[in-house]
């Protein structure tokens, strides 16, 4: 039995709406029922089994599923016109599937097929520009005006490419068709055509100022509104301030990244904004407070709680930076450093002395810890 005798879907068992799961399981099933193994020396089971494999293989492929439900089983013989080649005249077979460039297209693409048509439009290209801004400019947002130099369209022709007062015309070498075909062996290839570049239409006459392009390369004033909250790594899509398309083709976009300078006083990491705060160490004892303004324009009033150390953090819920196209702002965190002093007046060193006198270990625990634990280490 011959697979072309039989449709591959009576084959396989299955409806011809079948989904690919169900043509998967009915391969399944009967490939296990007429394998070789279960049916030894019988010859019709081997050719029934060839014959299910052949329905699977090209049912399971949607490209050849859509061919062969189109042209049937003579989609995939190359007896198919005159001499059983696929070029010349229209032969017997030939005029029932129309032209063969059609059935390369249906199951290869645009590879042998040429995409079934003209080219559309090509749309321009999307540009990048990369925009820094200071963290107080982040904080609050901004206009910002920027004058980059981009392809726009041509004002003497309107985009169009050509001279004012001309047109385009049909394409003689594809006949307005966008595509040509050779003959190569049995195969008939399509490809863009080399004069309109697929387009199926010439400019006879262009345009002097852009010549023939639709588009020439001019400054352009550009307004950016900068959210508040943006970060290093935003990027800002402003739809149709791209490149230009070729002869009046659609226009690209344009992204623009931002970047935010360093900041003398402030670190950030997302909305968290850090500083580090140096105190006396008489500050650090006895405690005190210490007033920091935020980027907002408030000044905090941060509690030193007494004996604090050094590498402490406080800290100040809401004076951070604004959640981007959101609600609310993230935290200050407040590092403290203490400080010793470097310069003592005599006065200064005399007092320091009296207070040295009266330590009795007490008053630095971690420091007495530690000395505690060499001599425990080390046998006193």
């Known amino acids: 039995m011959a697979s072309t005798d039989i449709d591959y879907y009576e084959l396989l068992e299955v409806s011809r709406d079948a989904d690919g799961a169900t043509i998967k399981s009915a391969y399944r099933k009967l490939a296990m029922k007429y394998h070789p193994d279960r049916n030894s020396g019988c ?23 859509a061919t062969y439900d189109r042209f049937g089983h003579a989609a995939f013989q190359q007896g198919m016109g005159n001499g059983g080649g696929f070029g010349g005249g229209r032969g017997h ?107 199926g239409r010439v400019i006879e006459d262009p345009c002097k100022e852009c010549r023939g392009e639709g588009r020439v390369d001019r400054p352009r004033a550009i307004e950016v509104e900068v959210p508040p909250g943006v970060d290093t790594g935003t990027r800002i899509r402003l739809a149709g301030k791209g490149e230009a398309g070729p002869r009046g083709a659609p226009p690209g976009d344009l992204y623009i990244f931002v970047h935010v300078k360093p900041h003398p006083v402030f670190q950030r990491d997302g909305t968290t904004l850090a500083t580090r705060v140096p105190i006396s160490f008489t500050t650090a004892a006895l405690g005190g407070t210490v007033e920091i303004p935020d980027l907002g324009g408030e000044t905090n009033t941060v509690e030193i709680p007494v004996g604090i150390q050094s ?31 470097t310069r003592l007046s005599k006065k200064q060193k005399e007092l320091l002395q009296q207070f040295r006198d009266t330590e009795t270990g007490e008053e630095c625990p971690e420091s007495k810890g530690f000395f505690d634990k060499i001599k425990d280490a080390f046998g006193g």
């Not at 010859?43 to 599923?65: G, H, M, V, W």
């Not at 953090?313 to 450093?337: C, H, N, S, T, W």
């Open 43 to 65: 010859t019709d089971s081997e050719a029934k089994f060839k014959a299910i494999n052949e329905a699977y293989d090209c049912l399971k492929d949607p490209q050849k599923r």
């Open 93 to 199: 077979g030939a005029s029932d599937f129309g032209d063969i460039g059609d059935i390369f297209e249906t199951i290869f693409g645009t590879a042998f097929g040429g995409g079934g048509g003209r080219a559309q439009p090509r749309r321009g290209a999307d540009l990048r520009y990369d925009l820094e801004v200071t963290l107080d400019e982040a904080f609050h947002g901004k206009t910002i005006e920027l004058e980059i130099e981009v392809s726009q369209n041509c004002e003497s022709c309107s985009g169009s490419g050509a001279k004012p007062g001309t047109g385009e015309r049909e394409c003689r070498m594809c006949d307005g068709h966008g595509k040509v075909r050779a003959k190569q062996g049995f195969f008939v290839i399509e490809r863009p055509c080399p004069t309109c570049h697929a387009r």
């Open 311 to 341: 590498g402490r953090q406080l800290r100040v819920r809401g004076a951070g930076m604004p959640v981007l196209q959101g609600r609310g702002r993230g935290d200050l965190v407040v590092e403290i450093a203490v400080e010793t002093p």
